[in-house]
């Protein structure tokens, strides 16, 4: 069965998580997970984990909770990563995190050297993850050295970086997923900001997404739904993919 992800907005207005929980409500019935940013660009939001296990008691999805290890020593990464898993938090996404003017990183412990550490406590029954954001294939196989459950592909377009992942992990087999990057009138800016060139909006973007889609799904065991900006294209495209996987 393919991994089908969709990225959520971070929680930040805390006024509405009712109408938070509302857009999880429309997506959950249509993928096999949910991943929740935490505090993306160095602005605080509600703690990924946390918010994560609301999200499982409520809906019948995986999660995989964004955790930056910046903000952790090991003390608190092991004890943030043991309460996740006792409310059902079972993935994990290791991340350095985005650091704002005047923030301190705590230097204990990286991504990659995370994931043994976490590994070394033994009873932790959880798959840990890392993010690969550049394509080079030195890069990719320092990440994949740190032999995690699950790889995040960041955003691209170019066929030529997922083949090169590809070719990397035929000697590590893990698990990678690439993004798919749904391109409407909304997350086209954001898109082409992060990717440094301009990126043109399909006639039909949804179209355009699951058409891709199948493409990756050929090649990888699944997928990630982005649109920055656009949640309910995520939602829509979720929809059309679940009616043809």
Same mark, same amino acid.
């Given at each position: 069965?393919?991994?089908?992800?969709? @990225?959520?907005?971070?929680?930040? +207005?805390?006024?509405?998580?009712?109408?938070?929980?509302?857009?999880?409500?429309?997506?959950?019935?249509?993928?096999?997970?949910?991943?929740?940013?935490?505090?993306?660009? $160095? =602005?605080?939001?509600?703690?990924?984990?946390?918010?994560? $296990?609301?999200?499982?008691?409520?809906?019948?999805?995986?999660?995989?909770? =964004?955790?930056? &290890?910046?903000?952790? +020593?090991?003390?608190?990464?092991?004890?943030?990563?043991?309460?996740?898993?006792?409310?059902?938090?079972?993935?994990?996404?290791?991340?350095?995190?985005?650091?704002?003017?005047? &923030?301190? %990183?705590?230097?204990?412990?990286?991504?990659?050297?995370?994931?043994?550490?976490?590994?070394?406590?033994?009873?932790?029954?959880?798959?840990?993850?890392?993010?690969?954001?550049?394509?080079?294939?030195?890069?990719?196989? @320092?990440?994949? /050295?740190?032999?995690?459950?699950?790889?995040?592909?960041?955003?691209?377009?170019?066929?030529?970086?997922? /083949?090169?992942?590809?070719? &990397? +992990?035929?000697?590590?087999?893990?698990?990678?997923? %690439? %993004?798919?990057?749904?391109?409407? +009138?909304?997350? $086209?800016?954001?898109?082409?900001?992060?990717?440094?060139?301009?990126?043109?909006?399909?006639?039909?973007?949804?179209?355009?997404?699951?058409?891709? $889609?199948? /493409?990756?799904?050929?090649?990888?065991?699944?997928?990630?739904?982005?649109?920055?900006?656009?949640?309910?294209?995520? *939602?829509?495209?979720?929809?059309?993919?679940? /009616?043809? *996987?």
């Amino acid at each position: 069965m393919a991994v089908i992800i969709a @990225e959520l907005p971070p929680l930040r +207005n805390l006024d509405n998580v009712d109408n938070y929980l509302n857009t999880v409500a429309q997506v959950a019935d249509y993928v096999t997970h949910v991943n929740i940013p935490d505090s993306t660009f $160095a =602005n605080p939001s509600a703690n990924s984990i946390l918010t994560g $296990a609301l999200i499982r008691r409520r809906f019948n999805v995986e999660v995989i909770a =964004n955790v930056r &290890v910046a903000d952790h +020593n090991k003390v608190g990464l092991m004890a943030l990563i043991m309460g996740g898993i006792a409310n059902g938090v079972r993935n994990y996404l290791l991340l350095r995190g985005d650091l704002g003017p005047g &923030v301190t %990183p705590v230097q204990d412990l990286t991504p990659t050297t995370a994931i043994g550490y976490l590994r070394s406590e033994g009873r932790l029954k959880a798959r840990f993850g890392i993010s690969i954001s550049t394509y080079t294939q030195e890069y990719i196989r @320092e990440r994949l /050295e740190a032999k995690p459950d699950f790889a995040m592909l960041q955003y691209t377009l170019n066929n030529e970086d997922l /083949e090169l992942a590809l070719r &990397v +992990n035929e000697n590590y087999g893990i698990d990678l997923y %690439p %993004p798919l990057l749904i391109i409407t +009138n909304k997350s $086209a800016k954001t898109i082409s900001k992060i990717l440094n060139k301009d990126v043109p909006i399909p006639n039909d973007p949804i179209e355009d997404a699951v058409k891709r $889609a199948k /493409e990756l799904l050929r090649k990888f065991p699944g997928i990630y739904l982005t649109a920055p900006g656009d949640l309910n294209a995520i *939602i829509n495209t979720a929809k059309a993919l679940k /009616e043809i *996987i």
